[in-house]
């Protein structure tokens, strides 16, 4: 961690990435105001590298699982921008819950605590035992069974709501499949993917 510190936050900000080499969107840092009064003194930004969010992940990750009183171990790596986060612990099926919605709620929480810290989006992703990737293995199955049945009907199908990184799967897994496009639809957790059959021109 390095600071920085200016009249403003702008000029902090401007100090770091004249030191660090580095742009504004990709600048990793919190902040801290020096008050005298109640007027603000200066602006100080503590400016971190991927090294730390990663530390700081994993420390809230088996704070939370620590406060489940389960043992356990985390194996992080950094893949394609995404931080993957794997879990080994005494009690697997329990930090995945049923259809996997505790392993969901453990990645929302630690997603949202880490963004918080950092100010920041980052794309964070926390499986159990290969849980993940078997339910992306089986729900790109499903996806492009879907769509096949979508290019002869060209009937609209719409899946259950998921996640965004289960929808990503199947965007992605769709993405080149011919007459198939995909959207997404809704809000919140209530968001889903739209498999729609277009003809040759795109309509």
Do not use: C
Not at 44 to 72: G, K
Not at 126 to 139: H, P
């Amino acid at each position: 961690m390095k600071e920085f510190s200016g009249k403003t936050l702008d000029e902090a900000i401007a100090k770091a990435i004249e030191e660090t080499q580095t742009t504004k969107e990709n600048l990793i840092y919190t902040i801290e105001d020096e008050k005298k009064g109640l007027f603000v003194k200066k602006t100080i930004i503590n400016v971190y590298d991927l090294s730390d969010v990663v530390r700081s992940a994993e420390d809230y990750l088996l704070d939370v699982v620590d406060a489940l009183e389960i043992e356990s171990t985390v194996n992080t790596k950094i893949d394609d921008d995404i931080i993957r986060m794997t879990i080994d612990s005494t009690h697997n099926p329990i930090l995945i819950g049923k259809n996997g919605k505790t392993l969901q709620a453990i990645n929302e929480l630690v997603k949202l605590a880490v963004n918080n810290k950092f100010r920041r989006r980052f794309r964070i992703l926390v499986d159990i035992n290969g849980y993940k990737d078997n339910k992306y293995d089986k729900l790109t199955w499903k996806a492009r069974k879907i769509a096949k049945e979508v290019q002869q009907t060209h009937v609209t199908a719409t899946l259950d709501p998921m996640p965004a990184d289960e929808r990503r799967i199947v965007h992605n897994a769709l993405n080149n499949m011919t007459n198939i496009k995909t959207e997404s639809k809704g809000e919140g957790t209530h968001r889903q993917v739209q498999i729609i059959f277009i003809n040759k021109e795109g309509k």
